[in-house]
């Protein structure tokens, strides 16, 4: 149970109830990490929004910033975010066993050594921001990674880091 009382999609109403209506659209239903956030729909519409955004498909496939995210959800031991985005993963066709493995050791997850580099990159920015250099991004690109694949890593970092600190913050359990 979450640290603050939720609002259930039979309590919602204006909107709450408008905004839990396109994330049910989304998700087949409106998952805990929405309805603690309930009193604020012009929050969760902006975090969908944003969300959205940030993990389509672009520069960067979703698939790998998705991967992206449960190797940052595994850094900060976000259970509720790893929950999610496994089974994400899933639906984009990796296999739980890999969603796992990069959620508990990415380093030894069998990925690519360009998709290892950005694992680690993600893993600094994720723990050592302060220490986030040129070299960083030099070593990104000596990988084939571009601007844009390097812009896209960064902001799939922070929008993971974003919601893993609302899920601990509220104290979120899986619901997936």
């Known amino acids: 149970m979450a640290f603050i009382p939720q609002i259930s999609e039979q309590e919602a109403s204006g909107a709450t109830a408008q905004v839990y209506a396109e ?7 409106v998952p805990d990490f929405f309805a603690v ?23 960067l496939p979703r698939m790998v910033k998705e991967k992206i995210g449960l190797v940052v959800s595994g850094i900060n031991h976000s259970s509720y975010c790893i929950a999610v985005h496994s089974e994400v993963l899933h639906h984009l066709g990796v296999p739980k066993s890999l969603a796992r493995h990069l959620a508990i050791d990415y ?35 000596r990988h084939g990674w571009n601007d844009a694949h390097i812009h896209e890593t960064v902001l799939a970092v922070a929008w993971f880091n974003f919601v893993n600190r609302i899920s601990a913050g509220l104290g979120l359990i899986p619901d997936f």
Do not use: C, N, W
């Open 37 to 59: 956030q309930g009193m604020r729909p012009d929050v969760i519409a902006a975090e969908v929004g944003v969300g959205e955004a940030i993990q389509k498909d672009a520069a």
């Open 23 to 29: 994330v049910r659209k989304t998700y087949g239903k």
């Open 107 to 141: 380093p030894s997850a069998p990925a690519s050594e360009p998709e290892l580099a950005l694992f680690r990159f993600a893993h600094k920015l994720t723990r050592q921001p302060d220490e986030i250099a040129a070299g960083d991004v030099e070593e990104l690109r």
